[in-house]
């Protein structure tokens, strides 16, 4: 069974993976939906690079082709990915995969994908993204955990450093954030804050 570290950032540059790779963080999930084409390549290749230099795994969101292609050791996709994407060559590949869900019939779905984790959120409110699911809240951790058993649960959406323990005490194994890292003055710093936290 996978188990994923307590803090799991979000970012999106291959800059930001070398500075929170190196203040500590062990998995990191690249999200860059600018790029296109080769820039978003040698960005990956940047990103796998620049986590290898520190021991730790990075996600590719979205792209799963790419994370073949470039040998990414995780790939992350959203339910609308799931529509598209192949996962038999995504495990042919020997790519572990996390999928986020944010309601009952959409956690179905992904149980029946047999992923590595699943992401549940948003818990509280977000301003990263336009969310058509309201915040879920502490006790939804706690029903979905019981639901997926063994299998890793992230919850992610509008975490901070006061609010990730108190998911990791609902049932989460593992938070996501991206502002509360990279909107900090200090990221390196928050980065070490949180690991510290959540030890």
Not at 13 to 41: H, M, P, S, Y
Request: proline share 6%; hydrophobic share 45%; glycine share 8%.
């Amino acid at each position: 069974m996978t188990t994923l570290p307590r803090l799991y950032p979000i970012v999106e540059t291959a800059a930001w993976v070398e500075r929170i790779a190196g203040a500590g963080a062990t998995l990191i999930q690249l999200r860059n939906k600018t790029l296109q084409n080769e820039d978003l390549r040698g960005e990956v290749r940047a990103a796998l690079a620049a986590a290898k230099k520190y021991g730790c795994a990075l996600v590719l969101n979205d792209y799963w082709q790419l994370a073949i292609e470039e040998g990414a050791p995780w790939v992350h996709l959203g339910q609308e990915d799931l529509d598209t994407a192949d996962l038999s060559a995504i495990r042919k590949a020997g790519i572990k995969l996390g999928l986020s869900t944010h309601d009952e019939p959409e956690l179905e779905r992904a149980l029946a994908c047999a992923p590595d984790y699943v992401a549940l959120g948003p818990v509280y409110p977000t301003t990263l993204k336009a969310m058509r699911f309201a915040p879920q809240g502490l006790e939804r951790i706690g029903e979905w955990k019981t639901r997926v058993g063994n299998l890793p649960l992230v919850a992610i959406g509008g975490i901070t450093l006061e609010r990730a323990p108190l998911c990791l005490a609902a049932g989460a194994d593992s938070v996501s954030m991206v502002s509360e890292i990279t909107a900090n003055p200090d990221p390196e710093g928050r980065t070490k804050a949180l690991i510290s936290t959540l030890r």
